[in-house]
C-alpha cells in the first residue's frame, strides 16, 4: 500500500491552517501580487492541505509552479482577468496568466451564478491561466449553493503518454465532482486522469519510497519502480496502465479535460504545449447544476445520505479497511488537521525558509 | 491482448445492417412492442455493432435484458413516458419501465433542444427505466447539433465492488461523452466505471478466451482469470483495479453515475438495488452543450481536427500499433462493416433462430 505510506509524512513540523496562510499569502505577496488575490491563492491551497490532499498543497507546487512561475515572470502577479464571451449560460475567461486560482475561483462563482438565474445548469472555460491546484476546490464551491459542482483543468507539462505512444502528450488533467448530502461529508472526486497525480512521485522521491508499476515509465515504455531512478521516467501511463486493464479510459477522461478546457475556450494546441515553460500553461472548464432543477434539494440530499451511509455500512473484505465513499477521507482529514495543523515534511520547511529569506518576508510560522 | 482477441469472431455470420435492424425490430413487435418503438432500439442495438461495441449490440443483451424482460413483464413493450418535471434548462422523465433506448433517445433530444433554446446547457434525468445500450450512442446525438453529449448510467444488476469491499454495490454504470471534429472522425468516450464492460466477460465466455487480472473477482476477493470457472465471479473491481493502482477513482465514477442518474431524478436506492430481478432497473443522465456558447463551432472544429490528427501522428512505442483516440477505432469498425456486415457468432444466430420460432417473427436474415 504505497498510497498510504505516502501520507505518513516523515519528520513532520505541524502547522496550524491559519497562520500557515498567513504565511504562504505573504510569500506570494512578496513575489509582487497584491493582498486579496494572494490570500485567496494561499487558501486553496492550504484548503488542500486541510482536505488531506498533500500533493496540491503548499508543500510541493510553490516550487515547481506558483512561487517559480511568479518569480521568472512566467505567471502574471496582477492579471487582468476578462469575460471575453458570455451567454446566458455560458462564458469563456483570459487568466491573463495570473495564479490559475484567480480566475478558477471566478469562474466558478459565475458559473454558480448563471446556473442560479437560469435555474438550470451553467458552465464556464478558462483560458490562458496556470496551474489552478486541487480540482475539487473549485466542484466543492457548488455545495453551499446546492448545486452540483464540475471542474476539469488542462496543460501544464506533458506528462500522460498516450496508449500505443512513446512520448508523453497530455497533462495529468483532472477531473472534479462533488455533490452535497446532508448528514455525511459530500461526495467529492477529484482525481488526475493517471493512476495517481505526478505529485505522488514527486512525494515519493521527497520520502524515498518505492512506487508501484504504472505511476511512473521510461523512454524504452519500461515502468520505473525505482525511486532513485526517478530521473529515467519520462511520463505516466493514464489510469488503467494498459489496453486490456482500461488505459483508452484514463486516457479519453484526459482528452476530455483538453476538449472542455482547451479546444472549447479557444486555447490551441500549439499553444497549449509549445509554449510551456516551466510554469506551464492551463486551461480549465467550470460547471453548475441546480438540484432545484430536478426535486427539492432537501430530499436529494437526504436520499444523499442514505446512499452515501448504506455504501459505508458494506461488509469489507477479509482483512480490509472499512469502505470509504470519495470525499469521506477529505472530511476526516480536515476534522484531524483542524486539531493537529497540516504536516510540513523537513523540506518545504527549509524551502519556506529559503524563500523567505530570499523574499524578505517575515518568518512567522513555527517550527 | 485479450481485448484484441475478442474483436476476432470464430465462426463468423455476416448480416448487413439493414437487414439486422429489420429482424431485431420483428423480435421486439414479436414481444408486444408498437412498431416504431421496436425499430429504434433496433437501430440503437444495430448502430453499436456497427461501431464495434459488440459487448452492447445484438449478440449479448437481448438475451440478458431485452426479449426477457419484455417477455417476462420486467419490460413494459408500451411505455407511458411522461416529463414529471421540468425548467427551461432542466427535465426529469419517468421512462415507465419500457426500453431504455426509448425514453433517452427522448431525453437527449429534450435536452438537446433545450440547451438550443437557452443557447448554453440542458440536463435531462430519466428514472424507472432498463437498459439503454451503449451509452456513447445518445453522446454522439449532440454532435450534428454542433453540441458536446454527455450521458452515464446507473443501476442494472450489482456489478463493482466497491474498494475495500466483499460484495458488488454498484452497476457497471457507464460514461459518455463526444465532440464533434471537422474531417476527423468525432471525439467520443463510452467507458464502463469498471476496467471493462461485464459484457466483455460474456463474450470471453463465449468463445473460451481466459480474461486478464481485474476483470472478475470471486467472492474471497481473488481475481478469477480461468474462464472455466467463470461461475465462481461474484463482480469485478472498478476501472484501477486496487487502490494504488487508482481503484477510488473508478469506484468514484460509478457512484458519480448513481448520484446525476438516480439520485438527482429521485430513484432511490431501494427502488435502485433492491428491486432488480432479471431485466434490471436503470436510471439515466444526458447532458448538451452548446459549442457556440464559447465560440464559433467551426472554428472549435478546426482546432479538433487539429488536436485529434496531431495526437494520432505521435510516435509509437516500440512494436506498438498506430495511436488512436477514443473515437477513432469506432468510425474504422462502421466503414469496416458497412462493407462486410456485422459478424454474429454461432450463439447469436442460434439465439435468434430460436426466439423467431418462439415469437413465430419469419427468419428474414441469411446464415
Avoid at 1 to 20: F, I, N, R, S, W
Avoid at 82 to 109: C, F, L, N, W
Avoid at 179 to 203: R, W
Avoid at 232 to 254: C, S, T, V
Wanted: aromatic content about 8%; some cysteine; proline content about 7%.
Amino acid at each position: 500500500m504505497v498510497l498510504e505510506k505516502l501520507k505518513q509524512v516523515p519528520d513532520p513540523t505541524y502547522v496550524h491552517a491559519g497562520p500557515l496562510t498567513d504565511f504562504v499569502a505573504s510569500l506570494f505577496t512578496g513575489a509582487g501580487m497584491p493582498e486579496d488575490e494572494a490570500r485567496l491563492c494561499a487558501e486553496v491551497l492550504v484548503d488542500a492541505d486541510m482536505n488531506g490532499i498533500d500533493t496540491h498543497g503548499v508543500c510541493y507546487n510553490l516550487d515547481l509552479h506558483y512561487l517559480t512561475g511568479l518569480l521568472n515572470g512566467y505567471i502574471n502577479p496582477a492579471p487582468n482577468i476578462k469575460v471575453t464571451y458570455e451567454t446566458p449560460g455560458t462564458a469563456v475567461i483570459d487568466a491573463d496568466r495570473g495564479m490559475g486560482m484567480i480566475a478558477s475561483v471566478q469562474a466558478m462563482e459565475l458559473a454558480i451564478d448563471k446556473a442560479s438565474k437560469t435555474g438550470g445548469m451553467a458552465s464556464v472555460a478558462v483560458k490562458n491561466s496556470s496551474h489552478y491546484g486541487a480540482a475539487g476546490y473549485y466542484a466543492r464551491q457548488a455545495l453551499s449553493h446546492d448545486m452540483i459542482g464540475f471542474s476539469m483543468s488542462s496543460g501544464g507539462g506533458r506528462v500522460i503518454i498516450p496508449l500505443n505512444g512513446r512520448w508523453p502528450w497530455m497533462g495529468t488533467n483532472p477531473m472534479a465532482f462533488a455533490a452535497p448530502a446532508d448528514k455525511e461529508p459530500p461526495f467529492v472526486i477529484d482525481m488526475a486522469s493517471s493512476m495517481t497525480s505526478y505529485g505522488k512521485v514527486s512525494i515519493a522521491q521527497a520520502f524515498g519510497v518505492d512506487i508501484p508499476e504504472g505511476w511512473a515509465q521510461d523512454a524504452n515504455g519500461k515502468p520505473v519502480t525505482d525511486i532513485s531512478k526517478r530521473s529515467e521516467a519520462i511520463g505516466q501511463p493514464p489510469l488503467g496502465g494498459d489496453y486490456d486493464h482500461g488505459a483508452h479510459k484514463g486516457m479519453g477522461i484526459a482528452m476530455m479535460a483538453d476538449v472542455l478546457g482547451a479546444v472549447l475556450p479557444g486555447e490551441t494546441l500549439s499553444g497549449m504545449l509549445l509554449d510551456n515553460p516551466k510554469g506551464g500553461r492551463f486551461c480549465h472548464y467550470f460547471q453548475a447544476t441546480c438540484i432545484d432543477g430536478f426535486r427539492p434539494a432537501a430530499e436529494f440530499k437526504a436520499d444523499m445520505d442514505d446512499m452515501l451511509r448504506t455504501l459505508r455500512e458494506q461488509e469489507s473484505a477479509p482483512g480490509a479497511p472499512d469502505i470509504q465513499y470519495p470525499g469521506h477521507p477529505d472530511a476526516i482529514y480536515f476534522q484531524k488537521r483542524t486539531e493537529t495543523g497540516i504536516p510540513l515534511p523537513r523540506h518545504t520547511v527549509n524551502y519556506f525558509k529559503q524563500m523567505a529569506d530570499q523574499l524578505n518576508v517575515e518568518w512567522t510560522i513555527d517550527g
